[in-house]
T-cell receptor, first 109, second 112 residues
Framework: GQNIDQPTEMTATEGAIVQINCTYQTSGFNGLFWYQQHAGEAPTFLSYNVLDGLEEKGRFSSFLSRSKGYSYLLLKELQMKDSASYLCAVRDSNYQLIWGAGTKLIIKP | IAGITQAPTSQILAAGRRMTLRCTQDMRHNAMYWYRQDLGLGLRLIHYSNTAGTTGKGEVPDGYSVSRANTDDFPLTLASAVPSQTSVYFC???????????FGQGTRLTVV
């Protein structure tokens, strides 16, 4: 079966750096997405990786290793507004998105 | 403001009743999706449409139906609601089936 694994919850300190990992086992691979979802709100797109390596976008970076079935989202200079759930999703061979359950990130002052 | 709109925002529904959740987008996106989100689970695809006039079944289609008569609208119908359909429902769209998806604000449905 298809599976996306992420830690359920992480805690970090304001101003620090946090890395959220995602491992996947899917039937085929056509890209990996990271979304941010604040409580009670809709998911919003953060990043997309289809080739191995690091994609940087401001304070957020995303890394992909297709051979290892692994990605991480790196958040730098954490702010209180970064408290949210972070969702990892992989597009499979049928171009359907398979979603992880999300990682709830708690930022403490 | 361009985007994707869902209605209603929330609804309490008696079991056995029929209900249609509405979704409209004005971004001229080809692909549209319906997901449900339950605590502790990832988003699960109910139905999708890659282009107007076509629809497909996702991971959890039973008890739900959709139609895609035009590009903008993608309603989701529960023919006879059951308590296990209590969930938050998100509609999403993407320019193609290989680009990022944009989500509506969600519909919180409670079936009692």
């Amino acid at each position: 079966g298809q599976n996306i694994d992420q830690p359920t919850e992480m805690t970090a300190t304001e101003g620090a750096i946090v890395q959220i990992n995602c491992t996947y086992q899917t039937s085929g691979f056509n890209g990996l997405f990271w979304y941010q979802q604040h409580a009670g709100e809709a998911p919003t797109f953060l990043s997309y990786n289809v080739l191995d390596g690091l994609e940087e976008k401001g304070r957020f970076s995303s890394f992909l290793s297709r051979s290892k079935g692994y990605s991480y989202l790196l958040l730098k200079e954490l702010q209180m507004k970064d408290s949210a759930s972070y969702l990892c999703a992989v597009r499979d061979s049928n171009y359907q998105l398979i979603w992880g359950a999300g990682t709830k990130l708690i930022i403490k002052p | 403001i361009a985007g994707i709109t869902q209605a209603p925002t929330s609804q309490i529904l008696a079991a056995g009743r029929r209900m249609t959740l509405r979704c409209t987008q004005d971004m001229r996106h080809n692909a549209m999706y319906w997901y449900r989100q339950d605590l502790g689970l990832g988003l699960r695809l109910i139905h999708y449409s890659n282009t107007a006039g076509t629809t497909g079944k996702g991971e959890v289609p039973d008890g739900y139906s959709v139609s895609r008569a035009n590009t903008d609208d993608f309603p989701l119908t529960l023919a006879s609601a059951v308590p296990s359909q209590t969930s938050v429902y998100f509609c999403a769209s993407s320019r193609t089936d290989n680009t990022e998806a944009f989500f509506g604000q969600g519909t919180r449905l409670t079936v009692v």
